[in-house]
């Protein structure tokens, strides 16, 4: 199993352009996340899904949007990047919910730089 | 809101001392998860728990319900364990979001 997989891992973006960040998984698991992660912050949940069809705004989904056509995707979409886009972003999957002691499993995040 | 507080920041420690990690939330949770976040940046769960103590290999983790409090233990540290340690939290059964602490970084010198 290839676990979480995000791409791209870099990427740098001009302010206004527009980007999708890819994440797939092949642990059959209902439940995804997006997080973004900034220097000296803990983790912040943007968006996620508890199955295919069905997503819900995070802490801070402003600026972004998300989808969920099948159990394997779950795209991030930047659109209209801004400087304070920039962090490093991670996916994320679970079997069950946090809160039920499930472990999430993390993409190797993407590093993305808005000028 | 949980606020999630870990401590300390920032840890050096030389091979093969025993190390502690703390967490502290503070509002009830119904599960707590330690991660580790290696050098290169990529993220792997620890453990999960809700009550008691959980040990795998040389890492040990505690929660303490009532005082609200968890510990990551590290016995025989390697600098292979140099990280940065997260501490999270879920607030209800019911819920789909953790509140993450800012973590600590861990440095074992030889």
């Known amino acids: 199993n290839a676990g979480v997989t995000q791409t791209p891992k870099f990427r740098i973006l001009k302010i206004g352009q527009s980007m999708t960040l890819q994440c797939t998984q092949d642990m059959n698991h209902n439940y995804m996340y997006w997080y973004r992660q900034d220097p000296g912050m803990g983790l912040k949940l943007i968006y996620y899904s508890v199955g295919a069809g069905i997503t819900d705004k995070g802490e801070v989904p402003n600026g972004y949007n998300v989808s969920r056509s099948t159990t394997e995707d779950f795209p991030l979409r930047l659109e209209l990047a801004a400087p304070s886009q920039t962090s490093v972003y991670f996916c994320?999957?679970?079997?069950?919910?946090?809160?039920?002691?499930?472990?999430?499993?993390f993409g190797n995040g993407t590093r993305l730089t808005v000028t | 809101k949980n606020e999630v507080e870990q401590s300390p920041q920032n840890l050096t420690a030389q091979e093969g001392e025993f190390i502690t990690i703390n967490c502290s939330y503070s509002v009830g949770i119904s599960a707590l998860h330690w991660l580790q976040q290696h050098p290169g940046g990529g993220i792997v769960s620890l453990f999960m728990l809700s009550s008691g103590k959980k040990k795998h290999g040389r890492l040990i983790a505690t929660i303490n319900i009532q005082e609200k409090h968890s510990s990551l233990h590290i016995t025989a540290s390697h600098p292979r364990d140099s990280a940065v340690y997260i501490c999270?939290?879920?607030?209800?059964?019911?819920?789909?979001?953790?509140?993450f602490g800012k973590g600590t970084k861990l440095s074992v010198i030889p």
């Open positions: 999270a939290v879920s607030a209800g059964a019911g819920s789909y979001q953790l509140t």
């Open positions: 994320a999957s679970s079997y069950e919910r946090v809160s039920y002691n499930s472990p999430l499993h």
